[in-house]
């Protein structure tokens, strides 16, 4: 089986990297606290000091990390990068939720080590990652995902190739903007119906019982009823996902006044203190 090196072990690389080692494949992993590769050690993976010294002899490479960039230092730090180490031919793959220009910037920097860059972003939380239920956007190039393609499917429910390099990065930050939209929405509208005579719980269920409403969103929706705020994907996260669509608009000549209104939804929630709380806590400005 192929040899791979993951990268970052956060909430979402530690159940995706579990996911790997679970299926058999050797997995050497790093991660900024190595205390956090502890339960992974104990399923067998090895641990590396550095990324650098992570890919020495993998195959495929995974990255999942924060932002932008904690994906710079990654790969590419002087003293403990990880693409200077690449071995050629071997398959890099970007799953963070980074900016395309900086996928296009990484990509360039693989290739002159004669290896290839996928950037594969997903979709879903913590749950869809140990489910092995996650939804990948890979871009880069048809054959190079087809050789990594089994690993992908390990984590992920659909891997499905959205173009070149870079591409996935797009589509990753359109995806969310939608996400970030109708959560606005939503929080709004509970508001609303609460201060017109339904009860929180009441005003979810109903919102859910209508097939506009998708079962992601109905199901935020009575998580905000419930006042749940417990981490899976945080008002930061999305804010910074959000400053990421809107900088790669600005650049394209692309006009998202939707996404303008919900990034300023997020940012009040951040000012409230709220940077830490899942996305649900947006409905705690329309209480």
């Not at 579990?18 to 058999?24: E, P, R, S, W």
């Not at 109903?206 to 008002?235: C, D, H, R, S």
């Amino acid at each position: 089986m192929q040899t791979i090196a993951f990268l970052g072990l956060g909430a979402m690389g530690a159940r995706m990297a579990t996911q790997l080692v679970k299926a058999g494949y050797p997995v050497t992993v790093w991660n900024r606290d190595p205390a956090k590769a502890a339960p992974l050690l104990a399923l067998g993976a090895t641990l590396a000091a550095t990324p650098r010294a992570a890919v020495q002899s993998a195959a495929v490479v995974i990255s999942m990390v924060t932002d932008a960039v904690a994906a710079r230092s990654v790969w590419l730090d002087a003293h403990t990068g990880a693409v200077a180490a690449l071995q050629p031919k071997a398959i890099a793959i970007e799953c963070s939720t980074v900016t395309p220009a900086w996928v296009r910037q990484l990509a360039e920097s693989v290739q002159s080590h004669g290896a290839q860059l996928l950037d594969a972003p997903v979709v879903g939380s913590r749950p869809q990652a140990e489910a092995a239920q996650l939804v990948l956007m890979v871009g880069g190039e048809s054959l190079a995902l087809e050789q990594v393609r089994p690993v992908l499917a390990t984590m992920a429910a659909k891997v499905l190739h959205v173009g070149a390099v870079g591409q996935g990065a797009v589509f990753k930050l359109a995806v969310n903007a939608l996400f970030a939209a109708q959560l606005h929405s939503v929080a709004e509208l509970l508001g609303f119906l609460t201060r017109n005579g339904y009860a929180p719980d009441q005003a979810a269920h109903l919102l859910g019982e209508f097939p506009i409403v998708a079962a992601p969103i109905a199901g935020a929706a009575k998580m905000m009823a419930a006042g749940n705020t417990a981490p899976l994907f945080t008002i930061d996260l999305m804010e910074k996902d959000l400053g990421y669509l809107l900088d790669t608009a600005r650049a394209s000549g692309a006009k998202l006044p939707s996404a303008e209104t919900a990034r300023a939804a997020f940012q009040g929630a951040q000012q409230l203190g709220l940077g830490r709380a899942n996305v649900t806590g947006l409905a705690t400005l329309f209480a």
